[in-house]
């Protein structure tokens, strides 16, 4: 007797995993692949583009690059192309201030 063919279709959702213990665990959980995948796109774009702030132009070493991070230009963390073409390091003062233009922006132009 021939079997039927058939084709397995992988989903591009997330596995649901069952988490157990304190909300501090469950949350630590939740937050762990987060955070291995925002450190893997950040140390991307430092090599890219360097230790460097596309917007004032400090340049950063060592000591500092903590101070230095990855701006997503289309405002989706989520869209990390390998090119890099989503992302722009800024400093954490340029980035808090591209961040604080769009919210005020909306304030700032009535609607009529």
């Known amino acids: 007797m021939?079997?039927?063919?058939?084709?397995v279709r992988?989903?591009?959702r997330p596995v649901k995993k069952e988490i157990k213990g304190?909300?501090?665990d469950i949350?630590?959980?939740?937050?762990?692949?987060?955070?291995?995948k925002n450190d893997q796109y950040r140390e991307q774009s430092l090599k890219m583009y360097g230790l460097m702030c596309a917007r004032?132009?400090?340049?950063f070493d060592h000591t500092d690059r903590r101070l230095?991070?990855?701006?997503h230009k289309d405002g989706?963390?989520?869209n990390n192309p390998p090119d890099g073409s989503n992302w722009e390091n800024l400093c954490t003062y340029c980035h808090e201030d591209v961040h604080g233009r769009?919210?005020?922006?909306d304030e700032e132009d009535p609607k009529e």
């Open 68 to 71: 230095l991070t990855v701006h």
């Open 56 to 59: 004032c132009g400090r340049e």
């Open 2 to 7: 021939k079997g039927k063919g058939y084709t």
């Open 102 to 105: 769009n919210f005020f922006a």
């Open 76 to 78: 989706n963390h989520n």
């Open 27 to 36: 949350v630590r959980e939740l937050t762990k692949d987060r955070d291995i």
């Open 22 to 24: 304190s909300v501090d």
């Open 10 to 12: 992988r989903s591009n």
